[in-house]
């Protein structure tokens, strides 16, 4: 089984893969060779994300050995999302597809998100919900309706206005409301309405069964959030606050319990008691959970949470899961490991090991036939190499803030090696963060022979409510300091070449590279931006009707109404006579998540300067979802970055 699957996905990346690039581009441009594993509930179908040709698609394994693997490939003009089984016969997968509707300056451009079902006695593909018409978003399954092998639940939520139906989740209509669908998973059609809102319903969390557990109600005007528990609402309502920015997230059931969890902005992670509208902290012996949540798909439960003193920091709520974790962590000798799959029976598990900077590997275990067998690795890196080391490393901001970033170094090489040539590298989001993962394109750089800092700026997550607000207000000031702040330390501690750096970075972290280079232009050398934001208040005035996402982006960046002064100096687009240094700015012309008018904004303002390079990635969009376009990437910007900051 084993040589199976990697005899599928080699055979195929060397038939595609071009000769003509550099050996570093050949092995950090490819996308992981695996990105996603999924057991059906019975443990005999195996699906795994693969890239046999350069894009994410399928490969499902018959673990008995009765039919030979499969390939469920990439749509055409479209993309695979992520997919699991509901049932023992069928899995559904998520697909999304650009679509232009302009002609001239009219029209729109938007993403289409669609769930698909795939057979596995016929092979048979089927689009869901395909009779309910062009909406972008038919993709919400919302139950696995574990009764009936052969359906599933899914929801749609709209806005309706006074006479019009507006088609997306918070637009410029006054009610909101949901339907949940029973699908048939063999034809795509609908088979029956579940439920149906009459009130200005967000959307509701069902069970494994498709019956209601909770209903979400929010009034944009008031910010009032509302949850009301049992069939339509019937219990009546357990929970009410106003938020104006921030929706509290829904993670399901506990266990084997019926509380549920649930992170609100204000109060953190809690578990609600829908029957009793009873709040209490997340804990688990007496220690509050960190995070780090696992829903299982199928039944919309929580198997297992953070908790700092179990192994891994891992809790599993099922004593057989905990149990079989144990015994891998004793025979595995990566760093970390994580259960990423499992049949019913605990009988077959997939995992994911990992060392910290490292690609992961993936394994099966069959407990019953008492084997466990690596099924892949991420990435393949030249025999007898590892990627650069990844090291965690903390600084003060220059307000005293401690602020924590990661480092990776040229492979073979420590700190104590330095100084090394400087690539700031700020992650998007804003609201994320980075981690000691293995990171693709910082460990190309860095095999190139840059130092790259990784800096997880104040308004970054894992860290804290109170260190996620710190960045409100600071978008693009106190949080692009955090980073300049951040280059001065590592070449203070002698880690970094003192003086010039280059900044690089995509979405956030490419508006962030260029308020780098505008915040500290007598030390960016250079920099590299993709996809970025250069003008955030056109920016966020392209869904001004959508009062959720104005208010989200306002608190980091302040009000759209702000004194023109302000606006200006966090909006490169508008000081593009301050960007004299070398700079590239890739952006993918058909990205809907950052529009490419945000690039053509800044290579306006620049206006044929030579110091620009402006590149049009065609057919991407905002995720670099591709090894071609990833090779693209690396490869100019890996010479531009050689050429204005040179490793010698």
Same mark, same amino acid.
């Given at each position: 089984?084993?040589?199976?699957?990697?005899?599928?996905?080699?055979?195929?990346?060397?038939?595609?893969?071009?000769?003509?690039?550099?050996?570093?581009?050949?092995?950090?441009?490819?996308?992981?060779?695996?990105?996603?594993?999924?057991?059906?509930?019975?443990?005999?179908?195996?699906?795994?994300?693969?890239?046999?040709?350069?894009?994410?698609?399928?490969?499902?394994?018959?673990?008995?050995?009765?039919?030979?693997?499969?390939?469920?490939?990439?749509?055409?003009?479209?993309?695979?999302?992520?997919?699991?089984?509901?049932?023992?016969?069928?899995?559904?997968?998520?697909?999304?597809?650009?679509?232009?509707?302009?002609?001239?300056?009219?029209?729109?451009?938007?993403?289409?998100?669609?769930?698909?079902?795939?057979?596995?006695?016929?092979?048979?593909?089927?689009?869901?919900?395909?009779?309910?018409?062009?909406?972008?978003?038919?993709?919400?399954?919302?139950?696995?309706?574990?009764?009936?092998?052969?359906?599933?639940?899914?929801?749609?939520?709209?806005?309706?206005?006074?006479?019009?139906?507006?088609?997306?989740?918070?637009?410029?209509?006054?009610?909101?409301?949901?339907?949940?669908?029973?699908?048939?998973?063999?034809?795509?059609?609908?088979?029956?309405?579940?439920?149906?809102?009459?009130?200005?319903?967000?959307?509701?969390?069902?069970?494994?069964?498709?019956?209601?557990?909770?209903?979400?109600?929010?009034?944009?005007?008031?910010?009032?959030?509302?949850?009301?528990?049992?069939?339509?609402?019937?219990?009546?309502?357990?929970?009410?606050?106003?938020?104006?920015?921030?929706?509290?997230?829904?993670?399901?059931?506990?266990?084997?319990?019926?509380?549920?969890?649930?992170?609100?902005?204000?109060?953190?992670?809690?578990?609600?008691?829908?029957?009793?509208?009873?709040?209490?902290?997340?804990?688990?012996?007496?220690?509050?959970?960190?995070?780090?949540?696992?829903?299982?798909?199928?039944?919309?439960?929580?198997?297992?949470?953070?908790?700092?003193?179990?192994?891994?920091?891992?809790?599993?709520?099922?004593?057989?899961?905990?149990?079989?974790?144990?015994?891998?962590?004793?025979?595995?000798?990566?760093?970390?490991?994580?259960?990423?799959?499992?049949?019913?029976?605990?009988?077959?598990?997939?995992?994911?090991?990992?060392?910290?900077?490292?690609?992961?590997?993936?394994?099966?275990?069959?407990?019953?036939?008492?084997?466990?067998?690596?099924?892949?690795?991420?990435?393949?890196?030249?025999?007898?190499?590892?990627?650069?080391?990844?090291?965690?490393?903390?600084?003060?901001?220059?307000?005293?803030?401690?602020?924590?970033?990661?480092?990776?170094?040229?492979?073979?090489?420590?700190?104590?090696?330095?100084?090394?040539?400087?690539?700031?590298?700020?992650?998007?989001?804003?609201?994320?963060?980075?981690?000691?993962?293995?990171?693709?394109?910082?460990?190309?750089?860095?095999?190139?022979?840059?130092?790259?800092?990784?800096?997880?700026?104040?308004?970054?997550?894992?860290?804290?409510?109170?260190?996620?607000?710190?960045?409100?207000?600071?978008?693009?000031?106190?949080?692009?300091? +955090?980073?300049?702040? =951040?280059?001065? !330390? @590592?070449?203070?501690?002698?880690?970094?070449?003192? $003086? &010039?750096?280059? *900044?690089?970075?995509?979405?956030?972290?490419?508006?962030?590279?260029?308020?780098?280079?505008?915040?500290?232009?007598?030390?960016?050398?250079?920099?590299?931006?993709?996809?970025?934001?250069?003008?955030?208040?056109?920016?966020?005035?392209?869904?001004?009707?959508?009062?959720?996402?104005?208010?989200?982006?306002?608190?980091?960046?302040?009000?759209?109404?702000?004194?023109?002064?302000?606006?200006?100096?966090?909006?490169?687009?508008?000081?593009?006579?301050?960007?004299?240094?070398?700079?590239?700015?890739?952006?993918?012309?058909?990205?809907?998540?950052?529009?490419?008018?945000?690039?053509?904004?800044?290579?306006?303002?620049?206006?044929?300067?030579?110091?620009?390079?402006?590149?049009?990635?065609?057919?991407? +969009?905002?995720?670099? =979802?591709?090894? !071609? @376009?990833?090779?693209?990437?690396?490869?100019?910007? $890996? &010479?531009?970055? *050689?050429?204005?900051?040179?490793?010698?």
């Amino acid at each position: 089984m084993r040589f199976l699957v990697i005899s599928l996905i080699s055979l195929c990346v060397s038939a595609w893969m071009p000769g003509a690039v550099t050996a570093q581009v050949d092995v950090y441009a490819p996308l992981p060779r695996v990105w996603d594993a999924e057991l059906s509930p019975d443990g005999r179908w195996l699906a795994t994300g693969c890239t046999p040709r350069g894009a994410r698609e399928i490969c499902v394994i018959d673990l008995n050995g009765e039919v030979a693997t499969r390939l469920i490939v990439q749509p055409d003009e479209g993309s695979i999302l992520g997919f699991y089984w509901p049932s023992n016969d069928y899995l559904v997968y998520w697909v999304e597809t650009f679509v232009d509707n302009t002609y001239g300056s009219q029209g729109q451009q938007y993403t289409l998100t669609r769930a698909v079902s795939w057979s596995a006695a016929t092979g048979q593909v089927s689009l869901l919900l395909s009779d309910i018409g062009n909406v972008t978003g038919l993709d919400r399954v919302t139950s696995s309706m574990v009764q009936s092998p052969d359906r599933i639940a899914m929801e749609l939520t709209l806005d309706f206005g006074d006479q019009e139906r507006t088609g997306s989740r918070l637009a410029r209509g006054e009610s909101v409301r949901s339907v949940v669908y029973e699908v048939d998973l063999e034809t795509g059609e609908l088979d029956d309405i579940l439920h149906r809102s009459m009130t200005s319903t967000y959307g509701y969390h069902l069970d494994e069964s498709g019956e209601i557990l909770l209903q979400v109600i929010y009034e944009q005007d008031s910010g009032v959030y509302t949850l009301q528990s049992g069939p339509d609402g019937s219990r009546g309502e357990v929970f009410s606050g106003q938020y104006f920015s921030e929706l509290p997230y829904i993670h399901g059931r506990v266990g084997d319990s019926d509380l549920i969890a649930i992170r609100f902005p204000d109060h953190g992670l809690q578990l609600l008691d829908p029957s009793t509208g009873e709040r209490t902290a997340f804990e688990i012996d007496g220690q509050a959970v960190t995070g780090g949540l696992r829903r299982d798909r199928r039944s919309n439960r929580i198997v297992s949470a953070g908790l700092r003193t179990a192994p891994d920091g891992i809790h599993f709520f099922d004593e057989t899961l905990q149990a079989r974790y144990n015994a891998l962590r004793e025979i595995l000798a990566e760093d970390a490991m994580s259960i990423i799959s499992w049949s019913e029976d605990y009988n077959r598990i997939v995992v994911r090991a990992t060392d910290q900077g490292q690609p992961s590997y993936y394994y099966l275990l069959d407990w019953s036939e008492g084997t466990l067998s690596m099924l892949e690795e991420e990435y393949l890196l030249p025999e007898g190499t590892r990627a650069g080391e990844r090291d965690y490393y903390t600084y003060a901001a220059s307000d005293g803030l401690e602020i924590g970033a990661w480092l990776t170094m040229p492979p073979g090489r420590t700190l104590e090696d330095g100084p090394f040539p400087l690539l700031v590298m700020p992650h998007g989001g804003p609201r994320a963060h980075d981690t000691g993962a293995f990171d693709w394109w910082a460990a190309y750089y860095a095999s190139q022979g840059y130092l790259v800092m990784q800096p997880n700026f104040r308004g970054s997550t894992g860290y804290g409510r109170e260190f996620i607000d710190a960045g409100d207000g600071g978008f693009g000031t106190r949080m692009i300091d +955090d980073m300049i702040d =951040g280059a001065r !330390a @590592v070449q203070a501690e002698g880690y970094a070449r003192d $003086g &010039a750096y280059c *900044a690089v970075g995509a979405s956030y972290g490419g508006y962030a590279s260029l308020m780098m280079a505008l915040r500290d232009p007598d030390n960016v050398a250079c920099l590299v931006a993709v996809s970025p934001v250069t003008a955030p208040f056109a920016f966020m005035g392209e869904d001004i009707e959508n009062r959720l996402f104005v208010r989200w982006w306002e608190e980091y960046m302040g009000s759209r109404f702000s004194d023109r002064d302000y606006r200006d100096e966090i909006t490169p687009a508008r000081r593009a006579g301050e960007l004299r240094l070398p700079m590239m700015v890739l952006h993918g012309d058909e990205d809907t998540t950052v529009p490419i008018d945000q690039m053509e904004r800044l290579e306006r303002a620049m206006d044929g300067r030579r110091n620009a390079t402006f590149v049009v990635l065609e057919g991407e +969009d905002h995720y670099l =979802g591709n090894t !071609a @376009v990833r090779q693209a990437l690396l490869s100019q910007s $890996g &010479a531009f970055l *050689a050429e204005h900051l040179p490793v010698q």
